[in-house]
């Protein structure tokens, strides 16, 4: 479903990412494609890597803090026996190691030992900061850092053999994962060393690469099929807003959140809608009552 606001639509836009483009230049061509809309991308994917990866149109982009906080899943091949300095493909070689021989039984053990809440060095070919300077730039420059250990949480987790030196990897993990750093751990896990040979996003909390389209399919904007800020906040509470109280939102103002139904405990987010049912606002509980967190613009019809 879509909508269109002065200067363009509003809504996700699910897209299939192709290998060789950073997420940003996906952004880049669905501007340009689209006629210049306001688009941000929500988690990021590699260059070499596919997959999901949901875009956010105009005043969706107001929801993004609250997508960006969901899990995500994966699929890719661990290529054992050889480490590389970006701990996927396109690095070069850091080390080497022998590949013993490996059974179901020993995968799906090293795989068990990675569930739950573990901690995780980042690579330093990341977009992570130092300083204000992202350790990718600095990696390019030759230089190394001790990076600390981050709390991670592994989902789920299968591996299985795909040849002599390489694993079939499938995970569900936490916001913050990196899958390349998940591999070279895995690999010094099974005795050798290793890095993502491939990866492919398949979810992004609700949202699964089966909904996505090709970049290449994106064209006309009256063709675009996007999830309205509404349907994209799958799993939130929705209250329902008068007139009234619509307008004094739009305003600023939250005196009038007293008539809604009170919040199920400290800390819940909840959508606000108006009677049509449309996205007027995120609120979050405050004591009894609720604040307001995002004001979006009103449908244009």
Known sequence: MTRRSGCGLDGVLLIDKPAGLTSAGVVREVKRRLGGPK??????????????????????????????????????????????????????????????????????????????????????????????????????????????????????????????????????????TYVRSLARDIARALGTVGHLGMLRRTAFGPFEVAQAVPLEAVGDAADLCLLSPRAALVGLRELRAEDRLVAEVRRGQQSGFVSLPAPRGPGEIAKLLDGPGNLVAIVAASGRSWRLLRVLAPTRR
Do not use: W
């Not at 701990?87 to 013993?100: H, I, K, M």
């Not at 039984?105 to 995780?120: H, K, M, N, P, S």
């Not at 300083?131 to 030759?142: D, E, F, S, V």
């Not at 949480?153 to 053999?161: F, G, P």
């Open 39 to 176: 688009v941000g991308h929500l988690g990021t994917l590699d260059p070499f890597a596919t997959g999901l990866l949901p875009l956010a149109l105009g005043e969706a982009s107001k929801i993004v803090p609250f997508l960006n906080q969901e899990g995500k899943a994966y699929s890719g091949t661990i290529v054992l026996g050889r480490e590389t300095d970006t701990l996927d493909a396109t690095g070069e070689t850091t080390a080497s190691a022998p590949v013993p021989v490996l059974d179901d039984a020993r995968l799906a053990t090293v795989a068990a030992d990675f569930l739950g809440e573990i901690e995780q060095v980042p690579p330093m070919f990341s977009a992570l900061k130092r300083g204000g300077t992202p350790l990718y730039a600095l990696a390019r420059r030759g230089v190394s850092l001790a990076l600390e250990a981050r709390k991670v949480r592994i989902e789920a987790l299968s591996l299985a053999a795909a040849g002599a030196q390489s694993l079939a990897i499938s995970v569900r993990c936490s916001k913050g």
